[in-house]
């Protein structure tokens, strides 16, 4: 098929859901993506966090058809020996005792959720403790449980009524969490470095606040990690960059390197609420991306990987802040979870850039994201600031 007909095909056989540029990629090599046309692009969105290391990664690409030839699936009613050393690797890498396997970072929002629901019932039988908190500017996906947590009125409002007894309070405010978080709360959800409301980091203070809060009220702490986890900020765990450690960490993004797959980790005290049978799934944790998930865990797990991560994280930040550009108001971010907060739309931007042959994202309407694969050289982080810089002056012209 040639583009035009695949962009055709698309508009009248796909559900329109998405937004998309009039782009069809067909190859990936490291921070590198190729069109139809074979014109090439410079990753700086990686595939939404996701491919943490690069696209068609050798040992990666090799692990995956090595284990499809051997098992891909045979449900979570017999044993597969990926998916216990995935776990192991996790637990003994995190604060963690346990892991539970899905397929999302919704569904490991939800898996979440429901553990803490449960808890509640069992730590406190004569009370209904069912009150979740969550904040302002947050994602936890678009599941009917997880965007019941997600602040965005546009993703909520059409589909309500949603899971009641979920409150928002303001993110990184002590006063608005103090006043919603009290014996009532059984979870209280939060992403250290939020992604899609805006790349906000949380204070220590603020974390800090909330491990308290629910330890006086018996709450659990859920740290969605989805797409600030593994890596990206410089630390293994975002959480370890505080000090402060939840009851209940979900993973996703870039766990397997691509393929589907989500995790909810958690202590054993937690997970000794669920009886066989309470909760579940289908295709989580088999054996084709376990084997895919261990690749990605310990290429991402070693000192040199983090720290080079936390360096050029620095070096892309200060790089960008050089660009002194007035449509630039903000650099922020944690490693290489950057967040450029425009004095104009994202939109027109990622245009720009994508014309140059530089893909990168937004996190709500006036905030560039950068969050390339964490394998990007010093080279590649240059290239992609001169194509922002330039796109960025043909936008000053422009307005
Ligand atoms: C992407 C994301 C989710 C949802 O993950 P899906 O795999 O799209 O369901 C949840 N939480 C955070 C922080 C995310 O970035």
Known sequence: MNKAQIIADESKYVAQTYMRPDLVLVRGEGVYLYDSEGFRYLDLMGGIAVTALGHSDPQWAEAVSDQASLLTHVSNLFYTE?????????VENSFADRVFYCNSGSEAN?????????????????????KIVAFTGSFHGRTMGALSATARSKYRQPFEPLVPDVYFAAFNDQESATALIDDETCAVIVEPLQGEGGVNPATQEFLGLLRSLCDRYNALLIFDEVQCGLGRTGTLWAYEGYGVRPDIMTLAKPLAGGLPIGAALMRESV?????????????????????AAEVVFERINRPEMLTAVGQKGEYLR???????????????????????????????LLKAARDRGLLVISAGDNVVRLC?????????????VSVLEESMSALEVAI
Do not use: W
């Open 82 to 90: 990926p998916q216990i050393r995935l776990a192991r690797q996790l």
């Open 110 to 130: 939800e898996t979440a959720l429901k553990f803490a629901r449960k808890y509640a019932r069992e730590h406190s039988p004569d009370r209904v403790r069912t």
């Open 271 to 291: 997970s000794q609420v669920m009886d066989p049978g309470d909760h579940g799934s289908t295709f989580a944790g088999g054996p084709l991306v376990c084997r």
């Open 318 to 348: 200060m790089a960008i802040r050089q660009i002194n550009s007035p449509l630039v108001r903000e650099v922020r971010g944690r490693g290489l979870l950057i967040g450029v907060e425009l004095a104009c739309e994202a939109r027109p």
């Open 372 to 384: 390339p694969p964490l394998i990007i050289s010093y080279d590649q982080i240059d290239e992609a």
